[in-house]
């Protein structure tokens, strides 16, 4: 390549150039790169230490992980390389709308990563997201504390970066660490198992950092950027970011001097950008508020507030949250938060409000500020409203990491501001803020123990987080009175965060700061106050340090494996379960060359793959309609028992069951599962436990999975495990059918085997019962269990059931936990949040009695609350319930079954495609009637007979139903998320008038100044 002189003459001239600026570049980017390196090594020796992956077998999977969300990325991982359909499921339960569960679990831009994994190797993929996102909030933080206190008077990003930049490097260290703090709290590693929310984690500072430059300097970008991201990312701590900029900005108002007379046009400006934030993120909250309203939404509003309306704990209790290596309690029983947090940052909360450099009006400010957020550990109507007016279910204080947040920023301020004191006034403020902070965490452990007799945590870990109060106190007071600079008078206003004196007085600082460095360095034996001698200064300063930095990286490494050592899912156990599923459910009849593919032609048998359509009708065969398949899996899963809630396993695999874990579920499948002895209408999704001859049926459960025959069915050769395998149901009707009942009935609460024979006559069109009658005698047991003696009067399956125990009113959990036993031999365990259910006894001969035994598994005291405030407990619920009401029992006969079944118009029904979203069939009607498609009733769903629209109506409240004429209909429906489009386009125009406005308000400004 030629190049000219004058190009050859200029490189060298380049060099220094471009060196400087990679210098720059280097110095802005070093402190980042800490943040992000920090908590990775600290993660990377929890990892090692507890044998987690990439260091042993054990998976960071925790709690809802192993059983709710590693399928939901294992699905997600199919959508993104483009084998499934990221609106709709077959295999969500028995079919379901997945936006909403998508915008709650998954629509993290981190989940990207996932497109590089498989389902089989999920829990590789939760170890690298730990290893991305938390590092992640360690570096939003640093972005917000450098920008508010190391660049409070930029106009600019590029001045604010460049200001940062050249603070002095031990400021940019404290609030590296005080960054790491914050990400390595027992919020982030305790409730990371909602690895979801760690996003609300990562934009909360960002969000604080907008309301901060728009209070300061107008600039409303940064605001309605971060708080818009934050609802796209995940809109339920998105609307947490977004409740905790309101706070904030009158924070930062009331801290503000300068702002008389202009306090009520900022808030005009924070008001209009908040709301084209929120209208942005509308493309996510309109449908899934819309998802919502038919699910967990119905239970949330203004009346939650008066669920429990008491303290959530004493105020003195307060304090010994923080301490290192409490675990947070997951039940609400148990009302233990994840607060843990540095020692370092609650010594500077103590520095800050002990800190005479501190203004006042700064100091009230952010007491206030503090107190306010704190209100939510005391107050359970506050948390209910940071949690979305939804009572929590399970991980108490949701908006932990906002007052956690607030803490970081006011010690930051008041460790900053120490510079602002002389050596010995510096030196006291460490020791009497630390003090206060240890007194108040030692105060309130012990009147925890005086008061209650025992700790949240162990004895030991409250003496270490004294002994690291203590630590850090003595740490920072000894660093500080190293300090040679003395403070002037005058730097006070200058140096306040948000303080309109200008550059130019930060400027004139930094320079005198220049100048006492070099005097420092030309009269190292200067007379000033607290001056080791010359050499001994920098010295122990330095060593100082270092002692800071390591009790900090080893209190976190302590506090990081303390807050994992309750993983035990194994990563090759996940991995090897899945692969064995697979391998089962394709063995199944119509699972086998249905599982895997999206749809099929009934023309030309060719059908479009898709690894989690769920059941489609066999190629080449879809007038079959046994091709179809929808099972009903009372096996556990492989982490442990569904007594306490389903799993999610069937949505990887692309088959249609009853379980599916999710509070996104439409509540309206929900119900009518609950009728009919399923399951229990809870935020924890539905479930599989038991077979039910008469629902099943109805429902098209073609195979059962059990450990025992389930009636009117024939083994077939899949076996799960052990006693485990699978039976094909002889009785299940196809996916439609027609019916001349008004596919509606009164359903009768608590009585799920009348509801199932309800529905079974409505279809049949008549009145016919299949039910035989059970005689019911209780017996004299022991203290432990109540016994009972069945008498069926006719042969058939014996069905038991119990609506007392179960405390169906209660929403938010299970009932009273028992064990059904019959002559002797366990039936199964009842009562927990995932087996509410009619319990299937077995076959019964008439005049053959049956002892059943239940028996509550351990003393139950706690209380049991209703949505009214109401309570009751294991006593009230089972022990006084006469023995009519208890237990409920029956027989069917399945004679009159099959006949009913007969008479149900399904032997014109043809499946031609079944894919997600997508169902599209072949129906020759005897008669004028509703065909039932036994998909779950969701408002999204469009139907067209013969190519005209008709309504999708809710047969039977749950399912839909159809109208259609005698003879050939062609039947199709499709699934839309309603509100997708109208919140698009409420989003774009949100985005369009934000930057029209900002435009104007610019060109407005630069015609001022050129005035």
């Known amino acids: 390549m030629y190049i000219s002189g004058n190009d050859a003459t200029a490189q060298p001239h380049q060099r220094p150039a471009a060196r400087a600026r990679a210098s720059r570049f280097a110095r802005a980017a070093a402190p980042y790169l800490a943040?992000?390196?920090?908590?990775?090594?600290?993660?990377?020796?929890?990892?090692?230490?507890?044998?987690?992956?990439?260091?042993?077998?054990?998976?960071?999977?925790?709690?809802?992980?192993?059983?709710?969300?590693?399928?939901?990325?294992?699905?997600?991982?199919?959508?993104?390389?483009?084998?499934?359909?990221?609106?709709?499921?077959?295999?969500?339960?028995?079919?379901?709308?997945?936006?909403?569960?998508?915008?709650?679990?998954?629509?993290?831009?981190?989940?990207?990563?996932?497109?590089?994994?498989?389902?089989?190797?999920?829990?590789?993929?939760?170890?690298?997201?730990?290893?991305?996102?938390?590092?992640?909030?360690?570096?939003?933080?640093?972005?917000?504390?450098?920008?508010?206190?190391?660049?409070?008077?930029?106009?600019?990003?590029?001045?604010?970066?460049?200001?940062?930049?050249?603070?002095?490097?031990?400021?940019?260290?404290?609030?590296?660490?005080?960054?790491?703090?914050?990400?390595?709290?027992?919020?982030?590693?305790?409730?990371?198992?909602?690895?979801?929310?760690?996003?609300?984690?990562?934009?909360?500072?960002?969000?604080?950092?907008?309301?901060?430059?728009?209070?300061?300097?107008?600039?409303?970008?940064?605001?309605?950027?971060?708080?818009?991201?934050?609802?796209?990312?995940?809109?339920?701590?998105?609307?947490?970011?977004?409740?905790?900029?309101?706070?904030?900005?009158?924070?930062?108002?009331?801290?503000?001097?300068?702002?008389?007379?202009?306090?009520?046009?900022?808030?005009?400006?924070?008001?209009?950008?908040?709301?084209?934030?929120?209208?942005?993120?509308?493309?996510?909250?309109?449908?899934?508020?819309?998802?919502?309203?038919?699910?967990?939404?119905?239970?949330?509003?203004?009346?939650?507030?008066?669920?429990n309306t008491g303290l959530a704990r004493n105020p003195l209790a307060v304090a010994d949250l923080f301490?290192?290596?409490?675990?947070?309690?997951?039940?609400?029983?148990?009302?233990?938060?994840?607060?843990?947090?540095?020692?370092?940052?609650?010594?500077?909360?103590?520095?800050?409000?002990?800190?005479?450099?501190?203004?006042?009006r700064e100091c009230i400010a952010g007491a206030a500020f503090a107190l306010v957020m704190a209100t939510s550990l005391v107050f359970t109507p506050v948390a209910t409203i940071w949690s979305g007016f939804v009572p929590e279910s399970s991980y108490t204080n949701r908006n932990g990491f906002a007052i956690l947040l607030v803490m970081t920023v006011l010690a930051a301020e008041g460790l900053l501001a120490l510079s602002r004191l002389d050596a010995k006034p510096r030196r006291r403020c460490a020791l009497v803020g630390g003090g206060a902070t240890l007194v108040s965490v030692a105060g309130?452990?012990?009147?925890?123990?005086?008061?209650?007799?025992?700790?949240?945590?162990?004895?030991?870990?409250?003496?270490?987080?004294?002994?690291?109060l203590t630590a850090f106190t003595l740490l920072i007071a000894g660093a500080a009175g190293m300090r040679g600079a003395v403070a002037r008078p005058n730097d006070e206003g200058a140096q306040r965060v948000g303080s309109k004196a200008g550059k130019a007085a930060r400027t004139a600082d930094a320079e005198r700061a220049d100048a006492d460095a070099v005097r420092d360095a030309a009269f190292p034996s200067a007379n000033r106050a607290g001056c080791p001698p010359h050499g001994a200064r920098p010295i122990l300063r330095a060593a100082l340090c270092v002692a800071l930095v390591c009790v900090f990286v080893g209190e976190q490494v302590f506090s990081a494996q303390a807050q994992l050592s309750r993983c035990r899912y194994t990563v090759s156990g996940y991995t090897d379960t899945l692969t064995e599923l697979e391998g089962f459910y394709g063995q199944l009849d119509g699972t086998a060359a249905g599982n895997g593919a999206d749809s099929v032609s009934g023309a030309d048998g060719a059908g479009a793959s898709d690894a989690s359509g769920a059941n489609s009708a066999t190629a080449g065969n879809a007038d079959d309609a046994s091709a179809f398949a929808r099972v009903g899996n009372a096996a556990p899963y492989w982490g442990g028992s569904k007594v306490n809630g389903p799993d999610n396993m069937a949505l990887v695999l692309g088959v249609s069951t009853f379980d599916h874990y999710s509070s996104t579920q439409e509540y309206r499948i929900q119900q009518l599962l609950h009728d009919l002895g399923y399951s229990k209408v809870t935020p924890f999704g539905t479930y599989y436990m038991s077979s039910n001859v008469i629902a099943d049926a109805l429902?098209?459960?073609?195979?059962?999975?059990?450990?025992?025959?389930?009636?009117?069915?024939?083994?077939?050769?899949?076996?799960?495990?052990?006693?485990?395998?699978?039976?094909?149901?002889?009785?299940?009707?196809?996916?439609?059918?027609?019916?001349?009942?008004?596919?509606?009935?009164?359903?009768?609460?608590?009585?799920?085997?009348?509801?199932?024979?309800?529905?079974?006559?409505?279809?049949?069109?008549?009145?016919?019962?299949?039910?035989?009658?059970?005689?019911?005698?209780?017996?004299?047991?022991?203290?432990?269990?109540?016994?009972?003696?069945?008498?069926?009067?006719?042969?058939?399956?014996?069905?038991?059931?119990?609506?007392?125990?179960?405390?169906?009113?209660?929403?938010?959990?299970?009932?009273?936990?028992?064990?059904?036993?019959?002559?002797?031999?366990?039936?199964?365990?009842?009562?927990?949040?995932?087996?509410?259910?009619?319990?299937?006894?077995?076959?019964?001969?008439?005049?053959?009695?049956?002892?059943?035994?239940?028996?509550?598994?351990?003393?139950?005291?706690?209380?049991?609350?209703?949505?009214?405030?109401?309570?009751?407990?294991?006593?009230?619920?089972?022990?006084?319930?006469?023995?009519?009401?208890?237990?409920q029992a029956g027989t069917v006969d399945l004679q009159i079954l099959e006949d009913q079944l007969s008479r149900i118009d399904s032997a014109g029904f043809a499946l031609s495609a079944y894919e997600n979203g997508r169902i599209a069939a072949?129906?020759?009607?005897?008669?004028?009637?509703?065909?039932?498609?036994?998909?779950?009733?969701?408002?999204?769903?469009?139907?067209t007979v013969n190519g005209q629209p008709v309504e999708v109506q809710a047969a039977y409240d749950g399912l839909m139903g159809i109208p259609v004429q005698t003879g050939d209909n062609i039947v199709e429906l499709r699934y839309l998320t309603p509100g997708l489009i109208p919140g698009a386009v409420v989003g774009i125009a949100s985005v369009t008038l934000f930057a029209v406005w900002r435009i104007a308000a610019r060109r407005r400004s630069m015609l001022h100044d050129g005035e």
């Open 444 to 468: 309130s452990a012990t009147w925890l123990y005086v008061a209650k007799g025992s700790l949240p945590q162990a004895p030991e870990l409250v003496a270490l987080e004294c002994g690291l």
């Open 699 to 887: 429902l098209g459960v073609t195979d059962i999975v059990d450990d025992q025959p389930p009636a009117a069915t024939e083994p077939e050769d899949a076996v799960l495990s052990g006693t485990w395998r699978a039976y094909r149901n002889e009785l299940a009707l196809p996916l439609g059918w027609g019916t001349t009942g008004s596919a509606h009935i009164d359903w009768q609460e608590g009585r799920p085997l009348e509801n199932q024979d309800a529905m079974l006559a409505d279809a049949a069109g008549n009145n016919v019962s299949a039910l035989s009658a059970v005689d019911m005698q209780e017996c004299d047991g022991d203290q432990d269990a109540r016994t009972f003696t069945l008498t069926p009067s006719a042969d058939g399956p014996v069905y038991l059931y119990t609506p007392t125990a179960f405390v169906n009113d209660l929403y938010y959990e299970g009932g009273v936990v028992c064990e059904v036993w019959a002559d002797g031999s366990l039936v199964q365990t009842i009562g927990g949040r995932g087996s509410c259910n009619q319990v299937y006894l077995g076959w019964g001969r008439a005049g053959q009695s049956v002892q059943v035994v239940i028996k509550p598994l351990a003393e139950q005291p706690y209380e049991l609350r209703f949505e009214d405030g109401t309570v009751t407990n294991a006593q009230s619920a089972f022990w006084d319930v006469p023995a009519v009401e208890l237990v």
């Open 35 to 307: 943040a992000f390196a920090i908590p990775i090594c600290v993660l990377l020796a929890a990892f090692a230490m507890r044998g987690i992956y990439p260091f042993g077998d054990v998976s960071v999977m925790l709690y809802d992980m192993p059983v709710q969300y590693a399928e939901y990325f294992g699905w997600l991982i199919q959508v993104l390389h483009g084998q499934g359909n990221l609106l709709y499921s077959n295999a969500a339960g028995l079919g379901g709308g997945m936006f909403s569960l998508f915008t709650y679990y998954l629509s993290s831009p981190f989940n990207l990563i996932a497109f590089f994994f498989t389902p089989e190797t999920v829990p590789q993929l939760f170890s690298v997201l730990y290893l991305v996102k938390i590092p992640a909030c360690a570096v939003g933080c640093l972005v917000l504390l450098r920008g508010r206190l190391l660049a409070a008077d930029a106009e600019t990003w590029r001045e604010a970066r460049a200001a940062a930049a050249s603070a002095p490097a031990s400021r940019q260290a404290l609030l590296v660490l005080l960054a790491c703090a914050y990400a390595l709290t027992s919020y982030v590693l305790g409730y990371a198992s909602n690895i979801m929310w760690l996003d609300g984690v990562i934009m909360a500072p960002l969000a604080a950092l907008g309301v901060y430059r728009l209070v300061q300097r107008r600039a409303c970008g940064g605001l309605f950027a971060a708080c818009a991201c934050a609802i796209v990312f995940n809109w339920y701590t998105g609307y947490m970011v977004c409740l905790l900029c309101a706070p904030w900005f009158f924070y930062e108002l009331a801290r503000d001097r300068s702002l008389r007379g202009r306090r009520l046009r900022c808030c005009w400006r924070f008001a209009a950008t908040m709301a084209l934030a929120v209208g942005a993120g509308m493309v996510v909250l309109i449908p899934t508020a819309l998802a919502l309203l038919g699910g967990k939404g119905t239970h949330a509003g203004l009346a939650s507030l008066a669920c």
């Open 922 to 943: 072949t129906f020759n009607a005897a008669q004028d009637e509703t065909l039932v498609i036994s998909q779950p009733y969701e408002d999204g769903w469009t139907a």
């Open 323 to 360: 301490c290192i290596g409490t675990l947070p309690g997951i039940t609400t029983q148990a009302n233990l938060p994840a607060l843990t947090i540095s020692a370092l940052v609650l010594v500077g909360v103590g520095v800050f409000l002990a800190n005479g450099a501190v203004g006042r």
